[in-house]
């Protein structure tokens, strides 16, 4: 089980899950009479409670179309608003429901057609924003317009219509996924209703204005400039965005008409001011992203532009707002000449997912939150698609599995959520955006696509999109179309992994003899040691098996439907058996020991990048579920540790970090630094410290020594490794500048943390100052994780203040408390501050990521600690968004890591006794 740390892959599958997330509400799930009765304009109770629809709101009113005016001048506290909602009224009523929060509407009308004007009155009813707009008369069935005129703060916690400060500056950005557009206006705040929108902005003279459509007029009113932009096609309300401000735009050439496009596409970058210079390798490799997707879809790009545009401070990765994309600053702002790898990797996977969202979210969306998993589960299939096309050296193919293999882990967890989980509170929407939706939801997809056949798949989404375009679909109507193209049932099989949670266990015997040659299959759901969950579970598994005699090597697939099945495998018994080909099955396997010992010895050479990852990871697995002890697993270590692909070879090091931590003694841990150092030092030595001079290298090289230097300094504890880096992070750091050429760009992180582990309080200061004067996201960050890096009692308690320091942006300011309780030394100083200061800091955290607080706390490993953090979180999960489902997850996994612990202690403290 690897370490996000020793992963980009998995850091950047960190980011994707991250991406496309938006401001779901504080919610409580019960909802009583009394706080159902509201709040009307003057602040007297509304006479009679109302049955407050928590859920989709009731039939009955569906909105038609939305013209939105809104002044925006993001240096004052609020802006203000008009909107006008033509509507469909299926039946007379006087009560119509639907969203607006924190508003503050002064002007109410309902314009009936043909008909007199009703006028009544808005009301919140629920801190999630539920309203009501209760009318004066009852209006008749027919077409309508719903007038109100309003104003609201803007949020400071990145969702919404929020403000940015930076530079000395103001800005206005917008994130309304999932349920947040209703702080910026009143609307039925649901991704069903899709309609078009006609939006104008009312800015500051020397403020540019973008919005999802390209600008059709501009005029100045009243010292202003009214900016008008051209109807959208029919979206949801959370796809529309806007950002406003003394912006720097940036045009590109349009991106060229195609084979599937016959217009050029206009495009633009856009960042706050002075940062558009720095967009031009993001603009520069964002066409030919585009045009794969083009290619794979059949369906040109559904807008009339695309603006892509940096965020100063911003809670996701990214959003796919429809033409107008928006992103965290360091997945578009790159110095060409520096960037490290991991950062051109992030930006073209993270812009390969959103733009794979114009199709799938954008064009076709989902009616309800439930069926999220279409947007981000093809997303993330899609993007990896992409990379495989644009950028085969990025090795996407094995980083698909990287990224399964992380899935895996929480999947395993009784408290996981099915991919297609019922939506019954906000707290449901703000959970449907994790592992379980991104990537479990991308591996299933990429199993059925083997299954069927990739043209097969490619043919059943081409027609799934022509269904449904710009309209809404379920999976059902996805599973339909591919069952279509298929020309047999992919629902039913398909249905088995959306519909329940976990992962199958495909236990693999071989059989040779007098009564044939064969394998036997056996299903039941993968827990981890501890677990209390039920192993009796059946999946309908297309299950692909390859296996080798000799030089010759075949495969069979099947779907095993049963709890056993058998596969032949001819006349004659085969050398090896690898139970999951080419590593497309979302499912573990075991083998019995002398099986593992053949696949490595015999098949390993045979095995495809993919497949010997596979391999690796479930020997991890196998650690966690204690089906094999240490002695075992680790005795696989050598050949993993040097084989030539980067997902492999680095899979050891999360095991030997968790070693480190939990399983030996003081006693012990020297063996494990001369195991660890063993591993890798000798590849260290060959790659060096950066590129030789005068040469180039591929990027994959840079991010291997990034991986291997810091597992040798933070886990091997090697003094040399970290000597070195430490000089190389001063060096790099300057007395009166950076020096970016001290150090390769890909080694910055762990050169500044081990610059600030080996230096003093001065050099801690001097970082400090170069962080906080920065405007360069990509360096705050990584300055912040070294800063944070300290274990010197008194600079570490300086580093956890900058948490509450006014300085930090709002996506910053976690990073300090969740480096600290990574490291084993500080976890506990660190658990005792954030307990004091929960209060303090999570007020500040942005609304959308504060219910993953829990999760912070897994880097502990026994039931004393897990004790604590329940009943320290108990009494707050309900004012955190998503954090019941989030504590009892994280409970769990760290109930199960105390549990693996005490399993694998005995077998590790043996293998590395001194």
Known sequence: MKSPTHSFVALACALLALAGCGGSSDVRPEYSAAEGRGVAEGGEAVEAALDVPLGPLPEGVTPLRYSLWLEVVPSRDRFRGRVEIDVRVDRATDLIWMHGQDLSVTEVEVLPEGAEGISGR??????????????????????????????????????????????????????????????????????????????????????????????????????MREVRFAPTEPLPTYLVAMAVGPL???????????????????????????????LAYALEHTAALLADLEAYFGVAYPYDKLDIIAVPDFASGAMENAGAITFRETLLLL????????????????????????????????????DIWLN????????????????????????????????????????????????????????????????????????????????TFREGIREHLSRH????????????????????????????????????????????????????????????????????????VPVCVRWGRGRAVEDRCELVTDAEARFDLGASCPDWVMPNADAAGYYRFTLPPDEVDRLMSRGWSRLTARERLSVAGNLSAAFDAATLDTGA???????????????????????????????????????????????????????????RRGRTEPGETGLLRAQIVTFLAWTARDARTRSEAAAR????????????????????????QMAVQEGDEALYSRLEARVLASDDALFRGEGLRALASTTDPELAARALALGLDERLRVNEVTIPLAVQLALPERRDAAWAWMQENFDALFSRVATTRAGYAPWMLTGFCTEVRAAEVEAFFAPRVEELPGAPRNLRGALEAIRLCAARAEAQRPSARARFAP
């Open 376 to 455: 981000e589960a093809f997303a993330t299939w899609m993007g990896n698609k992409v990379m495989r096309h644009v950028h085969p050296e990025y090795h996407a193919d094995v980083g698909m599995v990287e990224s399964v293999h992380g899935a895996m882990g929480n999947d395993s967890l009784t408290s996981a959520r099915q991919i297609r989980q019922p939506i019954e509170t906000n707290h449901d929407i703000r959970n449907a955006f994790d592992s379980i939706t991104y990537r479990k939801g991308g591996g299933v997809l990429e199993m059925f696509e083997r299954w069927i056949g990739e043209d």
């Open 729 to 752: 992070g001063r060096r790099y750091l300057g007395e009166d500048a950076l020096v970016p050429s001290a150090v390769d760009p890909n080694l910055v992180r762990v050169a500044l």
């Open 469 to 540: 375009r710009f309209g809404t679909a379920t999976a059902e109507d996805l599973l339909d179309a591919l069952s279509q193209m298929a020309g047999r049932d992919v629902a039913t099989p398909f249905q088995t992994f959306l519909m329940q949670p976990g992962v199958p266990l495909v236990a693999v015997t071989r059989t040779c003899g007098d009564d044939g040659n064969y394998l036997t299959l056996r299903q039941s759901r993968y827990l981890p040691v501890g677990s209390t969950g039920e192993r009796e579970r059946t999946w309908q």
């Open 335 to 370: 110095d060409p000449e520096h960037a490290p790898e991991g950062q051109r990797r992030a930006f073209a996977y993270v812009m390969a997912h959103e733009l794979a969202h114009q199709w799938f979210g954008n064009l076709v969306t989902m009616p309800w939150w439930d």
């Open 248 to 278: 720097d735009i940036v045009e590109h050439a349009p991106i060229p008409a195609n084979d599937v496009r016959d217009r050029p596409l206009p495009f633009r970058g856009v960042a706050a001011r002075g940062q558009g210079p720095r």
């Open 633 to 691: 697993v680790f005795g696989t270590f050598d050949r993993v540790a040097a084989d030539d692909a980067m997902g492999v070879a680095t899979e050891p090091m999360g095991l030997v970090a968790f070693a480190r931590d939990h399983l030996l003694e003081e006693a012990q841990l020297p063996a494990l630094s001369r195991f660890a150092t063993g591993l890798y030092a000798a590849r260290a030595r060959r790659l060096g410290w950066g590129p």
């Open 122 to 223: 808005f009301e919140q009813m629920h801190e999630t924003g539920v309203a009501a707009l209760r009318l004066d008369a009852a209006i008749e069935p027919g077409e309508a317009t719903l007038v109100l005129g309003y104003d609201a703060p803007y949020d400071r916690q990145l969702k919404g219509l929020y403000r940015v400060d930076t530079g000395g500056e103001s800005y206005a950005f917008t994130q309304f996924e999932a349920t947040s557009a209703r702080l910026a206006f009143p609307c039925f705040d649901e991704p069903r209703f899709k309609t078009p929108f006609e939006l104008t902005l009312s800015v500051s003279r020397d403020h540019e204005a973008v919005a999802n459509t390209a600008p059709t007029g501009l005029r100045e009113v009243g010292g």
